[in-house]
């Protein structure tokens, strides 16, 4: 039987619309799935550092002396950053140990930190900001002595070549063993920062360690 053109025509085109409907059903369907699972890039948003701010806060987390040791602060630049890093702790102490709103009051302290330094400033400070992590990290020369322990230029120079090598074996080191490893990279870092300073400089830093060492001990 054959069967009109005008028919078969018909029968075609309700089957191309019948196909595109059932399509359309299809992404309106899924439209809800893909909008979670693709993310949408947002243009001239930055990314986000790796590692954060440090495992101390960064200029945050840096005793006033400390900086001040480091960029040779003025008074006023003193008392502002000693107001921001203390409505910082009180910012914290609120947030409850909410990790995220820590780690985003932190990121706007060290920017309004940064603020307040001149720009020769904020440059020797991102210089030396690494060194002296570094330092505090494996207790070669913590955060809080490095007023008194007067690191001199040729010091520095020397602490900064070994730094930058034990930056590079931790990361070389795979992330299940940082752990294990880490520690006796710090080690060795702090065995070679003593070679480098005096006996009095040595003495201040055991010094600085004493009193909580002993307040460790009277609390067991």
């Not at 701010?53 to 003025?74: E, F, H, Y």
């Not at 494996?138 to 010091?155: E, F, N, R």
Request: glycine share 6%; charged share 25%; net charge positive.
């Amino acid at each position: 039987m054959l069967w009109p053109i005008s028919y078969l025509k018909e029968t075609r085109m309700n089957c191309w619309n019948r196909a595109a409907l059932a399509v359309s059903a299809l992404l309106v369907m899924s439209a809800p799935i893909l909008a979670q699972t693709t993310p949408v890039a947002t243009p001239g948003a930055a990314a986000a550092p790796k590692g954060g701010q440090g495992r101390r806060g960064g200029m945050a987390g840096l005793p006033v002396s400390a900086i001040d040791t480091l960029v040779k602060l003025t008074e006023d630049q003193k008392t502002k950053i000693t107001a921001v890093q203390g409505k910082l702790k009180t910012d914290v102490a609120a947030s409850a140990g909410d990790r995220a709103k820590t780690r985003e009051l932190t990121t706007a302290a060290n920017e309004d930190i940064k603020a307040v330094l001149t720009p020769d400033q904020q440059k020797t400070l991102a210089e030396k900001l690494p060194v002296v992590m570094l330092l505090n990290q494996s207790k070669a020369v913590p955060a809080g002595a490095l007023g008194d322990v007067k690191l001199t230029a040729d010091q520095m120079v020397k602490i900064k070549t070994a730094a930058m090598a034990t930056q590079e074996k931790m990361k070389a080191v795979a992330k299940e063993d940082r752990k294990t490893k880490n520690p006796e990279i710090l080690a060795d870092f702090k065995t070679q920062v003593d070679t480098i300073l005096t006996a009095y400089q040595k003495e201040t830093v055991s010094k600085f360690h004493a009193p909580r060492a002993g307040k460790k001990k009277a609390n067991l």
